[in-house]
């Protein structure tokens, strides 16, 4: 079993550290022993020895062994914590969600427009703007699950023109405002806020349908293709199984023992609903790869397989296919960000601790599936 404590061979991780490779984030961290520091892989400061560095597969290692987190690096945190960029425009996005942001305004802020573009791309695999655009749509969003009218809509969420409200909205979702409305039969969508960022999930009265970070590519081809199969369109509300996976997810990112029991309804192939059935068999904690993978379903030559199945989940993190990685150890390719699948391996890393405490948690990774 490859679990979440293996580390690859120091001298792997050595290149890594020269090359400040971000592949092994979440993975790997370097204790330097003439300074008592440790830091991620990625940091960018003078690079020690080989035979000055330790390696640790977390910070609870390394903290244990005596060294200090890095003050450039921040190695207690996400990797974007450590961007000096980062945080503070994430808090003034958070305090004012349908402001209108320009690059005049990121100056007027103090910051180099094209260094922060570089910097939310590397993060969050789009720029800062882009980001500033999501969160206005959210709120409008918001307003057409009350019930508002288009128009209203649009207000609230700070577009001045009717099209480009459209047009972000339909970027999003597939489809207009006015096709998703509240009294649509058969599926209902909803935003859901999460310590990483808006999540849209789409669910009937029974069963979780899809649940994605708003910012995926392929989200809106998913919900045109969901939305086909309810007659045409989805409707904007909630429904009591989506309230259910928000308190979920709540207790999920808070580190807290229970797991998910929420109902899914997986649309895909027998093939691929065999890798996500294997997915949800992986207990917090763990990591495997997607040959481990093949191999468990049976089919040891279908690794390229599994890892189109795995990117094709539409059920992010209640299908954990964050937890697969590449056969040498790295983080590989995750259609949420790759700094989000860090950050989702380190929440379970308490999600692991808790499973210590109380052995049975963990063992069943989900609910119901149709």
């Known amino acids: 079993m490859d679990t979440l404590f293996s580390l690859p061979e120091p001298e792997t991780l050595y290149r890594a550290l020269l090359a400040r490779d971000p592949a092994f984030e979440g993975r790997a961290l370097v204790g330097v022993t003439t300074t008592g ?15 000055n560095c330790r390696w640790f597969d977390g910070p609870a290692a390394a903290l ?32 004012d969600p349908a402001r209108r942001w320009t690059e005049a305004d990121v100056a007027a802020a103090g910051y180099d427009p094209s260094t922060v573009r570089r910097a939310f791309r590397r993060h969050f695999g789009m720029t800062f703007l882009d980001l500033a655009r999501q969160m206005r749509v959210r709120e409008g969003v918001v307003a057409l699950t009350r019930g508002e009218p288009v128009i209203q809509a649009q207000l609230e969420a700070g577009f001045d ?38 999540m849209i999930a789409v669910a009937d009265e029974r069963s979780l349908h899809l649940l994605e970070f708003v910012e995926r590519k ?6 045109k293709r969901l939305s086909r199969g309810a007659g045409g369109r989805i409707g904007l509300g909630r429904t009591p199984v989506i309230d259910t996976v928000e308190r979920e997810l709540a207790r999920f990112f ?18 691929q609903r065999r890798v996500w059935d294997e997915l949800r068999r992986i207990r917090p904690g763990e990591t495997v790869s997607y040959g481990t993978i093949a ?15 795995n990117g094709a989940n539409q059920i992010a993190i209640v299908i954990p296919c964050h937890r697969v990685i590449g056969a040498d150890g790295t983080l590989t390719g995750y259609a949420g960000g790759l700094w989000r699948k860090q950050a989702l391996i380190e929440v379970e890393r308490r999600l692991a601790a808790a499973a210590q405490a109380a052995p049975r948690f963990g063992l069943d990774a989900g609910g119901p599936v149709n």
């Open 218 to 223: 392929g989200l809106p081809a998913e919900l």
């Open 254 to 271: 808070a580190g807290e023992p229970g797991g998910f029991s929420v109902p899914l309804t997986m649309h895909g192939t027998p093939f």
């Open 295 to 309: 191999q468990r379903i049976g089919q040891p030559t279908a690794t390229r397989a599994v890892a189109r199945a």
């Open 37 to 51: 520091i440790f830091c991620r892989l990625t940091c960018p400061a003078r690079k020690p020895r080989p035979e």
């Open 64 to 95: 244990g062994a005596g060294f200090r987190p890095c003050r450039r690096c921040h190695p207690l945190g996400a990797e974007a914590d450590g961007d000096p960029v980062v945080a503070p425009l994430l808090a003034a996005l958070r305090a």
């Open 161 to 198: 023109s009717a099209s480009g409200f459209r047009d972000a909205f339909a970027r999003l979702f597939g489809h207009p405002p006015q096709a998703l409305r509240a009294d649509a039969p058969g599926l209902s969508a909803d935003w859901i806020d999460t310590p990483m960022g808006g």
